[in-house]
């Protein structure tokens, strides 16, 4: 029966990716559909996934909305398209409805409409960042001690809910980002004294070192996540050798230049035994480009939540945003890199990738799942923009040659141009899976 526990990861990895993609592709089409709708194009069908179809039903307006079987993707087809990539007319309008159809409407509108499919994915990234900006909240300053982490049961201290911090081992803090850059300044040292604020009392009392070992969060497709290490795990040992400090960790992980690990992790009271690998992965640098490191895929954290302030809407949206530009310039990048072979082609993912980090998510929380989808939403907002025929871009290269020119571009070329744009697309799918199951597992 070990079957059972496989098909059931396997059957929730399917059924996240499902609804994330869902969720993208409603939203991306429903760009397309209601700005077509303000444009006065009509939508014949909306439709979400693709061959038989599962339910349907038609609107007052005369749109049918249906759930087909294959929940890969969606379509609108508009009044008169021949097909549901809006290629061509059907030849079955007359002259007093042309103005309703995609082919027949102005070039604006038949802009505006392409474009909003990639536009509601932008805004639905923005939407999802500034809103996890907002529960997650900013660290009050100066920085308040929260609840302590789930830690073993060595890790006693004697601070409470409430302690303002003022210092750690007698280096100050300066405000709550100091907490970012104070660990170069920290003794290696297992237990430590800190200066704190308590009900107007300045006290010093002892806890242990500052950046623990402890998990807080998991890359999807790491070698630690293959090894099942989980969020809130703390590290007490590698190789035998126990350690209470991430930087511990990292060091060892550089110096084993990618030979296995034994790591003794303690999960919530139990002792587990882990083998890692480590790997090579291409890290973005906060100044551009990409460094080459052994990594296992976790990032550490202080040994205690701090306590945090509302951010306000306005400020959530303008860091919303921000998260969104980082997105795409960072995905920019790591593709300009991998065709110059600067970096690893491991750096794609395909279906096969985008459905493992899906269900890798999701087994992390809600917030990190969320958090994908808009992830993900931005990255198919960005590759529809590619000037790909048969992508919104390439729709978007034939309006602005309209636009220039003062003419369509011939059904003849237009065909072409489609077929070779389809073939490409097919072609780096095919890679991508390849990447995903092959090349890079």
Known sequence: MQFLPMFGNFAFMIAAFVVALSIIVAIHEYGHYIVGRWCGIHAEVFSLGFGPVIY????????????????????????????????????????????????????WARTATVAAGPAFNFVLAIAIFAGSIMYQGRSVDPLTFGELRPLPPSYTTDLRAGDVMLAVEGVPFADADATRSIAEQLPLQERMSYTILRDGDELTVEGPYYFPTAVLSVSPRSAADDADIKINDVITAIDGAPVFAFSQVQEMVLAADGAPLEFT?????????????????????????????????????????????????????QLGAQGLWNTVTTSLSALQHIIFGQISTCNLSGPVGIAETSGSMAEQGAQSFIWFIGALSAAVGLINLFPIPVLDGGHLVFYAYEAVSRRKPSDQAVKVFMFVGLALILSMMSFTILNDTILCP
């Open 56 to 107: 349907s039903r038609v609107d007052r307006r005369g749109t049918r909305w249906q759930v087909a079987a294959l929940p890969l993707g969606g379509y609108v087809k508009f009044l008169g398209d021949a097909n549901a990539a809006s290629v061509g007319s059907d030849g079955q309008v007359d002259d007093a409805e042309m103005r309703r159809t995609m082919l027949g409407a102005p070039l």
């Open 265 to 317: 992790v303690w999960r919530d009271g139990d002792t587990l035994q882990k083998t890692i690998a480590p790997r090579r992965v291409d890290v973005p640098l906060p100044e551009g480009g990409f460094e080459t490191r052994w990594l296992i895929g976790i990032t550490g954290t202080i040994f205690f939540d701090e306590k945090t302030e509302a951010i306000g809407p306005l400020e959530a949206v």
